[in-house]
């Protein structure tokens, strides 16, 4: 029993694509996706981890400006035909960016990434705090 019609599916997938682009504010004009992302803050750093499977750790470009971290890239649309044998479509390719502000205090010269299984993490050291001391006043 089929229940829903399968040429109906591109169309339903490109109405869905339509309505994320009117309500997604992070999203740059450029992305066709958007990984998704964890963000945590630890004692001395900040850590983010985006879910890239499939994506050339390469290919990846990572810029920290004006206190915005961006991250953007590209998978791979792979052609698909008719004899395939493909009945369902999920997995989305094409470009992805992503733009996160960061808060004063972070360490931009010291931020390195690396890709593992698939997940990139990126570290954002925080700057070390300056210490508040009490200054004497000296009489004279």
């Known amino acids: 029993m089929n229940l829903l019609r399968q040429d109906n599916w591109p169309a339903a997938r490109q109405l869905h694509s339509e309505i994320d682009r009117l309500f997604r504010h992070d999203r740059d004009s450029v992305g066709d996706w ?9 004692n001395e750093r900040f850590v983010v981890e985006a879910d890239l499977p499939g994506v050339d750790p390469q290919e990846i470009e990572i810029t920290m400006e004006d206190g915005a971290l ?3 890239g590209s998978r791979e649309v792979h052609k698909r035909d008719d004899t395939d044998g493909l009945r369902r479509v999920e997995r989305v390719s ?3 960016f992503r733009r996160f502000a960061l808060p004063d205090g972070v360490d931009a010269d010291n ?3 690396r890709s593992n299984n698939g ?10 705090q300056v210490q508040r001391r009490r200054i004497d006043v000296n009489v004279s």
Do not use: Y
Request: aromatic share 4%; glycine share 4%.
């Open 34 to 42: 958007l990984p998704a992302v964890d963000i945590r803050e630890e």
């Open 70 to 72: 961006s991250l953007r």
């Open 94 to 96: 094409g470009r992805f």
């Open 111 to 113: 931020i390195s990434a």
């Open 119 to 128: 997940v990139l993490e990126i570290d954002i050291p925080k700057q070390p």
